[in-house]
């Protein structure tokens, strides 16, 4: 039973362009969804988080929007760039007042030159 | 600067035989984790504590066990290895405290059970 999923599984965009990366759950008490990023052979690390209180989250190039009628959420990286090439990993963490995380399968981007 | 270490980093077993991966981390973290991450799969937890002498089982439990001895170490053990544990294992430590549970990973173990 996967509780949080994403979609697709790999995308290869070009340099320039807009990457959208897709999550969505089911769980009503996810409050906490952070996005992880891992470069090939290296372990995940943060990128950007969002709690249930806001509807939109940016850092740079990097915006999370939160749509929390529909349990879904998107990551956008705009003018995508071959550095941006990694796994995005979408979690979620629960109100329940577990520091659990659970973690997506995770989306392959591959940005172009 | 806060860092999670694992050892080994690489680790070949036999099936039936005994494994041991060690977690130490410097950030002073009460709560610390156990992944494995396969192919398709994303991370899955094993297990996790909440401090010194605390143990949880995660989502996938069955097969390992887990110690904590101290605030710093967190050790993952299987008892009898088997090939299907074949995978790369990150242990990970995470502040209890706040609004956010963002958790830092160690740098892996590659683990083959032939």
């Known amino acids: 039973q996967q509780q949080v999923r994403q979609s697709p599984q790999s995308l290869t965009v070009w340099e320039g362009e807009t990457t959208i990366l897709n999550c969505s759950y089911e769980d009503s008490t996810f409050d906490y969804f952070p996005w992880y990023r891992q470069f090939p052979g290296k372990s995940p690390a943060l990128l950007i988080a969002i709690s249930l209180v806001s509807n939109k989250k940016e850092d740079g190039r990097f915006t999370i929007f939160f749509n929390k009628r529909e349990k879904k959420l998107s990551l956008h990286i705009t003018d995508s760039q071959p550095g941006d090439s990694a796994t995005y990993f979408c979690a979620a963490k629960s109100s329940s007042g577990s520091w659990q995380l659970i973690f997506g399968s995770g989306t392959q981007l591959t940005v172009m030159p | 600067e806060a860092a999670v270490t694992q050892s080994p980093r690489n680790k070949v077993a036999v099936t039936g035989g005994k494994v041991t991966l060690s977690c130490n981390q410097t950030?002073?973290?009460?709560?610390m984790y156990w992944y494995r991450q396969d192919t398709g799969h994303g991370l899955r937890l094993i297990h996790y504590s909440y401090g010194a002498g605390s143990t949880e089982k995660g989502d996938i439990p069955d097969g390992y066990k887990a110690s904590r001895p101290s605030q710093e170490n967190f050790s993952l053990i299987l008892e009898l290895a088997t090939p299907s544990q074949t995978s790369v294992y990150f242990c990970?430590?995470?502040?209890?405290?706040?609004?956010?549970?963002?958790?830092?990973f160690g740098p892996g173990t590659r683990l083959t059970v032939l």
């Open positions: 990970a430590s995470g502040d209890a405290g706040g609004a956010y549970a963002e958790q830092f």
């Open positions: 950030n002073n973290h009460n709560n």
